[in-house]
C-alpha cells in the first residue's frame, strides 16, 4: 500500500547544521531504566527505533563527570573514554539504519545527591537537594565554572569520538544550566548571575565552545523551555524566556523546546491529550531560522502534519510514542496509519526510571527486551508445529496471547465469556479520564480481523466439559481477576464489616458494574495506591455523592509517583471536592460508620459512612485453570493438552504485566523460547574474565581487560570515579 500524500511532508529530510536527518521524526533524549548500567540493552532497544523509522534517535541524558550522579536512577554517561566505547555500541545500532545519533550532555546540580560516586555536587548557590535527599550543593565559583566548561567540551569531543551526531547543551528541567537562567535562583553578583545577559552567559559559552569542539561534524542542540513558570494548563507564562531565546536564537543548530511544567510535558492520558505544547511554542518559530523540535505525544499523522504546517514545529518529537511503536513512522510511509500501536499516556514507560529498572511499556510488551530476549515488535518467529490452540479469555493477556499467536500461524479460538472483548481495559477505559485506555484492546481487535487463522468466539463461558470438548493440543487460561471485598493487613486478609455493613461494601467491579451507592457520604478506600482509587472516588462524585478517599498510605495514590501523575491525582481530586485522609487504615464498617485507625499512633476515629468501595487488592479468577487440573488429580501432564494460566488469572498486577505475559506464553510455545530460562545480565561474563583488584595504597586504577576488547564487545561498565581519562 502506497503513503498517503498528505504525509509526504513528514519524510522530507531536514538540515541540522552539518548533518541532515532523513525524516522529520525525531526520538527526544528520554530515560530508559538502562544508561551505563546496560549498555547492551540500550543500544538494541535504540536500534530498534531507527529501524523502525526514526530519523534521529537520541540518548538519555549523559552525565559529564562523576558529580552528576543520579543513581538509583540509570543515566547514560561520557566520563571518560570507556564510555566512549559502550556508546559505540548505541551508535553503531543506529546509524545500520540511516538515522542520527544525539547525545544529550547533563550536569544535574541540585537535582543529584551522588549516592553512588560521593562527589560533591555543583549549582548556581548552595542549595538543598530538590529530590529529597539530605545533602546540599556547593556554590560554584568561577574556578568551578571553568572546569565545569572543560568537562562539558572534553564530554562533547567524546560524543563526537563515539560517533554521536548531534550533541545537547542541556538547559531546561530543573538542572544546572535552567538554573543559572532562572532569575529567582541565580541571585549572583559576578558576570554569571544578575541580569538576563549575565544569567545567559553560560549557556552562551557552552554552546559556542561546544560548537567550536565538535561542530565540524556534529550539530549542536539546546533543550530550552518555552515558558518561564508553571500555571494553568494551556496559558503559558513567557516572562523573560523569548528574551532569552532572542539573544541565543542563532547560536546552536537546532533547538528542543519543552515547558516547565514537567507534569503536562510528560502528561498522563488521563488528564493531558495530544499535542498539549502547542500553545507554549507558538511564538518560537518565528523568533530563529533553526529547526526545532518539540514533543506532544503524537500518534496521529494527520496532527504531525498539522503541526509542521502551521509552523508548530519542524521535527515531530516523540518519546513515548516512539516506545510504543517504535514503527510508527514505517506504518505511516507504507500507508497503514491503522497499524499504528498508539500510546495510552499511562506513563508505565517513566516508571522504569523511577524504579531504577529497564523500561517496559503496556502497549509495547517487547520494550526493554530487544537484548535480552531477543524480541522485536514486528517480528516473530513462525509456528513450531501444527498445534491448534484455545484460550480462554479476551482480556488483554488473552488478546495479546491470541494475536501473537496468530501472527506466528497457528491456529487459535479464542474465547470470551461476555458479549465485549477486553476484559478489565473494557471496563476501566469507561471510567473518567480513562478512554484512551481503549486502544490496548482496539489494536490488538484489530489485528486479529487481519488474521484468519484466528477465531475469536463471544459470549462463550467455557466449563472444564467445554474445554475438553474442544479438542485443542494447548489450553491457556486467562480469566483475568476479581477486586475483593476484604483487605490485607500486612500478614493476612481480614474483613472490615461489622453488623449490617457487608451490604454496602463495594468494589470497582460494583462500581464499573453501575451499582453506585444511592446516597452518601462514601468512603473510597484506597490500598492499591495507584490509579483506580481516584478514578473511583471521581466517579462516584460526578454522580453527585459526597465522597472521601482514605488510604494507609502518607500520600493519595502512592505509586502513581512512579508514572509522574501523584500530583495531579491529589490536585484533581481537591478540586472536585472529594475529601482526603491519608496515613489511616480501614479498622471496620457497619453500614453507617466506619471506623478508621491511624497508622502511626493506632488512635481509633469514627466517620459517617453510607457505603465504602473497598479499593485494595484482587483475586485471580483461576476456578477453570483449577478445575481441569482437578479432573486429572492435580497431574498436569496427565491432560490430553498442554495447560497454562497467564496474566491476572496468574497474579494480578498492572496491564502492561498482563500485556507481556500474553506475549511471552505466545513467543515460548512450541520451544519458541523457554520462558523459565534465567535472563542475561547486561554484563561482563566474570566467569571468562579474571579483573586484578587494585591495591588500596596503589592509586592507579586498574581497567578491566575486557574493557580493552572492543571486538568482542565486552565493555566494563564498573564506573571509576576519580580516573584519569585514558587518551
Not at 505525544?297 to 504531525?304: A, C
Not at 495506591?529 to 459526597?546: D, F, H, P, W
Not at 478445575?627 to 498486577?653: M, Q, W, Y
Amino acid at each position: 500500500m502506497s503513503r498517503d500524500p498528505r504525509y509526504d511532508i513528514l519524510f522530507e529530510p531536514v538540515k541540522i547544521g552539518p548533518v541532515t536527518a532523513r525524516n522529520r521524526f525525531y526520538q527526544v533524549p528520554h530515560c530508559t531504566g538502562m544508561g551505563w548500567l546496560r549498555p547492551r540493552m540500550l543500544a538494541e532497544m535504540r536500534g530498534i527505533k531507527a529501524e523502525g523509522g526514526w530519523g534521529v534517535v537520541c540518548t538519555e541524558y549523559n552525565s559529564i563527570h562523576p558529580s552528576s550522579d543520579d543513581l538509583p536512577h540509570p543515566s547514560a554517561s561520557l566520563w571518560d573514554d570507556r564510555d566512549i566505547r559502550a556508546s559505540r555500541l548505541m551508535t553503531d545500532k543506529v546509524h545500520e539504519h540511516g538515522s542520527l545519533a544525539g547525545a544529550e550532555l547533563w550536569y544535574g546540580g541540585m537535582r543529584t545527591a551522588n549516592l553512588m560516586t560521593r562527589e560533591v555536587p555543583f549549582d548556581v548557590g548552595s542549595f538543598p537537594n530538590t529530590e529529597g535527599q539530605p545533602f546540599q550543593t556547593r556554590a560554584m565559583d568561577k574556578s568551578d565554572i571553568r572546569q565545569y566548561r572543560k568537562w562539558h567540551r572534553d564530554a562533547a569531543l567524546r560524543a563526537k569520538a563515539a560517533g554521536f551526531d548531534i550533541v545537547y547543551v542541556y538547559a531546561t528541567h530543573g538542572y544546572l544550566l535552567s538554573n543559572f537562567l532562572n532569575p529567582r535562583i541565580n541571585t549572583r553578583g559576578d558576570e554569571y548571575g544578575g541580569s538576563l545577559e549575565n544569567r545567559v552567559r553560560l549557556v552562551r559559552e557552552l554552546i559556542e565552545e561546544t560548537k567550536e569542539a565538535v561542530g565540524d561534524r556534529c550539530a549542536v542542540a539546546v533543550r530550552f523551555a518555552a515558558d518561564e513558570r508553571a500555571d494553568k494548563d494551556g496559558q503559558p507564562i513567557i516572562g523573560e524566556r523569548r528574551d532569552m531565546f532572542e539573544m541565543l536564537a542563532e547560536l546552536p543548530d537546532l533547538w528542543d523546546i519543552n515547558i516547565v511544567d514537567y507534569s503536562l510535558e510528560m502528561g498522563v492520558s488521563r488528564f493531558v491529550k495530544e499535542a498539549p505544547l502547542e500553545p507554549y511554542m507558538n511564538w518560537v518559530r518565528a523568533v530563529t531560522t533553526k529547526p526545532v523540535v518539540s514533543v506532544g505525544r503524537f500518534t496521529s499523522p494527520d496532527t504531525m502534519v498539522s503541526q509542521v504546517r502551521r509552523g508548530i514545529t519542524d521535527f515531530i518529537g516523540a518519546a513515548r510514542p516512539s516506545i510504543a511503536d517504535p514503527f510508527l513512522p514505517t506504518k505511516i510511509r507504507e500507508g497503514r496509519p491503522e497499524d499504528i500501536r498508539e500510546c495510552i499516556g499511562c506513563n508505565v514507560c517513566y516508571s522504569g526510571d523511577t524504579l531504577g529498572v529497564p523500561i517496559r511499556c503496556t502497549q509495547n510488551p517487547t520494550m526493554g527486551e530487544e537484548w535480552r530476549r531477543g524480541w522485536h515488535p514486528e517480528k516473530i518467529a513462525a509456528k513450531g508445529s501444527d498445534s491448534r490452540i484455545l484460550v480462554v479469555g479476551a482480556g488483554p493477556a488473552g488478546l495479546e496471547a491470541a494475536r501473537a499467536l496468530g501472527k506466528r500461524g497457528y491456529a487459535v479460538m479464542l474465547a470470551e465469556a461476555s458479549r465485549e472483548p477486553g476484559g478489565r481495559v473494557s471496563r476501566e477505559c469507561a471510567l473518567p479520564g480513562m478512554s484512551e485506555y481503549a486502544r490496548v484492546r482496539d489494536y490488538r481487535l484489530q489485528a486479529l480481523q487481519k488474521l484468519p487463522n484466528v477465531e475469536v468466539f463471544r459470549e462463550s463461558r467455557l466449563g472444564a466439559d467445554d474445554v475438553f470438548a474442544v479438542g485443542a493440543d494447548h489450553v491457556v487460561i486467562a480469566t483475568g481477576a476479581t477486586w475483593r471485598r476484604d483487605r490485607f493487613d500486612g500478614e493476612c486478609y481480614v474483613g472490615i464489616a461489622t453488623g449490617d455493613g457487608e451490604r454496602m461494601i463495594l468494589t470497582p467491579d460494583d462500581i464499573m458494574d453501575g451499582r453506585l451507592p444511592a446516597d452518601g457520604p462514601v468512603i473510597v478506600y484506597d490500598e492499591d495506591g495507584y490509579y483506580m482509587g481516584g478514578v473511583i472516588a471521581e466517579k462516584l462524585r460526578q454522580a453527585g455523592l459526597t465522597v472521601t478517599l482514605v488510604t494507609p498510605s502518607d500520600s493519595v495514590s502512592f505509586w502513581a509517583g512512579m508514572t509522574s501523575e501523584r500530583w495531579r491525582i491529589r490536585s484533581h481530586l481537591l478540586r472536585l471536592g472529594i475529601g482526603i485522609e491519608t496515613a489511616h487504615e480501614l479498622d471496620s464498617f457497619d453500614g453507617g460508620t466506619a471506623r478508621l485507625k491511624c497508622a502511626y499512633s493506632g488512635a481509633l476515629s469514627e466517620h459517617a459512612a453510607s457505603a465504602v468501595v473497598m479499593v485494595t487488592q484482587r483475586v485471580a479468577n483461576d476456578s477453570l485453570y483449577r478445575d481441569l487440573l482437578d479432573r486429572v488429580g492435580g497431574d498436569e501432564t496427565a491432560l490430553p493438552f498442554s495447560l497454562k494460566r497467564i496474566g491476572d488469572c496468574n497474579a494480578p498486577a498492572i496491564i502492561a504485566a498482563a500485556i507481556h505475559a500474553g506475549h511471552l506464553y505466545a513467543r515460548a510455545l512450541d520451544g519458541g523460547e523457554d520462558a523459565n530460562a534465567p535472563l542475561p545480565h547486561d554484563r561482563e561474563d566474570f566467569k571468562e574474565t579474571r579483573v586484578a583488584r587494585p591495591s588500596e595504597h596503589d592509586a592507579k586504577v586498574i581497567a578491566p581487560p575486557s574493557a580493552q576488547r572492543v571486538g568482542e564487545k565486552q565493555i566494563g561498565r564498573d564506573h571509576r570515579v576519580g580516573a584519569k581519562p585514558e587518551t
